[in-house]
């Protein structure tokens, strides 16, 4: 049996013991690409492996098929990348106003935690600290563009071994295609992810725009990371992942949008003050002024913009620019 196929097949044993409900054969097929034929031996082969598969009663009446076996327990591995993920998720409801709902995740961390292998539980440990250092959160909500995640684990994988990474490369404004080494240091997610690096030790850190690379390969070619780095402190620079230096802002909201503006998290170093009137005033540092101004609209005439005027004067520009260019179609 092929080295590739028996992985498959140990896949499938734990996405058959792990799935709640069973898997059926089309579910089997959708999952490992394969055909009918191909996931009955599969299935079989699990059956051979570890022991008699369970039909389990579904309302759809096709035959789900379930595995319990204690023998599947010591096979199953936890990555460093999975541990990261779920902290990555937990940091992400956080910040999303959610907190509540992580209790019982962390909870699940330290389980998984508690399972991982003793022998190779420093590098383990090691390894997800890396991938928590090379994953953060920027501040502006709202869509996102697609792009190929199967980028991630070589991304993960440089950094880890501080490698370069080599890319083609799509310049958002100019259209013109580039090939692109570089070192290396993290994913910011906002209203669009980014790799975040540097070409050398000489050049300041950049952002490259995941939707916009394409044959992502590592490299050959070392280079020492730079321990000072903090990714979340980078990204904490901006209201959102554009970069440019950080200022002093000063929002007031009115009554009617007080309530709202409280629960609302506009950037981790904020603070609310409230007034007698019933109006609160948000205050933060932080970059990236069209990206506030693109926020602020949102929030309508409810907000008026204290600090700084050039945030004010953007806004109005912004405004203008609009009601100039829907003039006559109303």
Known sequence: MRYERLTDILRLALHLQGARGGMTMDEIQDEFGVSRRTAERMRDAVETAFCPLDE??????????????????????????????????????????????????????????????????????????????????????GPRPGFDSAMLPLIWDAIKASRKLAFEYVARRSGQCSLQQVEPYGVLYGNRAYLVGRLDASEDFRLWSLPNMSRVRLTDMTFEADTDFDLQAFAERSFGTYQEPPFDVVLRFDSKAAADAKCFLFHPSQSISEHEDGCVTVRFTAGGLDEMCFHLVTWGRHVVVEQPSKLRERLFELGAALKAQHRGIL
Request: proline share 2%; glycine share 4%.
């Open 56 to 141: 389990v009663d579904a309302a759809d009446k096709r035959i789900h098929w379930r595995l319990q076996s204690n023998g599947l327990r010591s096979l199953a591995q936890i990555s460093s990348e999975e541990i990261a993920a779920l902290e990555f998720a937990i940091a992400h409801l956080v910040r999303s106003g959610a907190a509540e709902r992580t209790d019982s995740l962390r909870e699940l961390t330290v389980k998984l935690n508690a399972l991982k292998r003793p022998f190779s539980a420093q590098a383990f440990d090691d390894d997800v600290e890396a991938l928590m250092r090379s994953e953060g959160l920027a501040m502006r909500p």
